[in-house]
C-alpha cells in the first residue's frame, strides 16, 4: 500500500488514523500505568523490559496484558 500524505486524505481516512493513534496510546498508556503500580514479583520477567515491549505499536500491550502479568 502507497504512503499517503495527510492533505490526500479524506474524511474517513482521518478519522481511522486518529482512532487507531488514539486506541493505541490508550492501551500503552493502561499497561504503563498497570506496570507501574504492580509490584515487580507480580510481573513475568523484568519490568524494565516490559516497559520497552509495551511500546511496540498495538502489540506490545496486549502481550504485556496476557503474558506479562501474573494474576
Known amino acids: 500500500m502507497a504512503s499517503r500524505k495527510w492533505s490526500e486524505m479524506n474524511g474517513g481516512q482521518k478519522f481511522g488514523v486518529v482512532a487507531g493513534a488514539v486506541v493505541q496510546l490508550v492501551l500503552a ?26 511500546a511496540i505499536n498495538y502489540a506490545g500491550p496486549i502481550a504485556y496484558f496476557v503474558a506479562g502479568r501474573k494474576d
Do not use: M
Request: aromatic residues 8%; proline residues 8%.
Open 29 to 54: 498508556g493502561l499497561a504503563w500505568s498497570d506496570l507501574a503500580h504492580r509490584p515487580a514479583k507480580k510481573v513475568n520477567g523484568p519490568k524494565g523490559v516490559w516497559a520497552a515491549v509495551i
